[in-house]
């Protein structure tokens, strides 16, 4: 990369006396100490967002519906639900096809599954007795394998197909007490990288688009959490792909984030690098 060294007396660039491998070590170290610092916010921001949002769609594991359900807010019926009252399977007797619907629709989902007292109109007695056959470890091999991608056997199974998820988004006032200190203060601590790679011998090109993904992709996030679901003056905003732009801002944001630490990092610590 030999046109890495012309940056240096370009006069294109007025800041090479400033950049940072030409300081001296105190400062140097310093500087070092404030950017692993800052990783290790990095870190600790994407361990807290895991936990703080995996369980948002009731399910774990960190997915779309999650970021989804926080921004947007998320109404899924439950696939047992759906499945009954759009009449399948077509074997079911009425009565019993009304139990399940009654006991899904209700609030005691877990309390009931195997509930002594309801005897053979237990949801679990109605699933054994008419679900198993295909949907149980113990149906057959001619069973239709879609059948078995579905299993009813326990409740741990029963239950991820049983719950209608409807979940509002987080309030307006929450996003807008969230907006002001993420966007200030990332903003701010994003304005502060950039300077610190911009008095580097990076390539400009690389700088520049470095910078562009980074600043981009934290104004499509933030824009994103209120084009998904708000309400700004009387006009409500709720737009699906803006779950999108929170994800794909987000992840170009805080990538760009770990890049231009490492850039920095390395403009204060190898020495040969443009030089000859
Ligand atoms: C004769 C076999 C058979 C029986 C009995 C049966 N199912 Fe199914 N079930 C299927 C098949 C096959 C599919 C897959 C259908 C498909 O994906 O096109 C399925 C799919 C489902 C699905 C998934 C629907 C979705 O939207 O993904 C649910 C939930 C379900 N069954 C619940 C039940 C329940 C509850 C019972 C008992 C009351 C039951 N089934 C009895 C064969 C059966």
Known sequence: MSNIGANISSPGTPLVAFQLHRLGAGMRLGLTGLIVALLMGLAASAYTLHGHYERR????????????????????????????????PETLAKPDRDQLIAWLTGDKLSENYDNLDL?????????????????????????????????????????????????????????AISTHTHALSMATMSLAVLAMVLLSRWPRWIVGLVAMLHGLGLMVDIAGWWLAGSTIFGVTLHFDWAVDMIIIGGAAYSSTFAALLGMALLELWWPAFGRR
Not at 121 to 129: D, G, H, L, Q, V
Request: aromatic share 4%.
């Open 57 to 88: 769609d009731e399910i774990p594991g960190l997915t779309r519906d999650d970021v989804k359900a926080a921004y947007h807010g998320l109404d899924a019926p439950s696939p047992l639900l759906r499945s009954l009252q759009g009449g399948h």
């Open 119 to 175: 005897g053979p109109a237990a949801p679990a007695e109605i699933i054994a007795k008419n679900c198993l056959s295909c949907h149980g470890k113990a149906a057959g091999p001619n069973v239709d394998p879609k059948a078995k991608a579905v299993m009813l056997d326990t409740w741990d199974q029963v239950r991820k197909l049983a719950f209608s998820r409807k979940l509002e988004r987080t309030p307006d006032k929450i996003k």
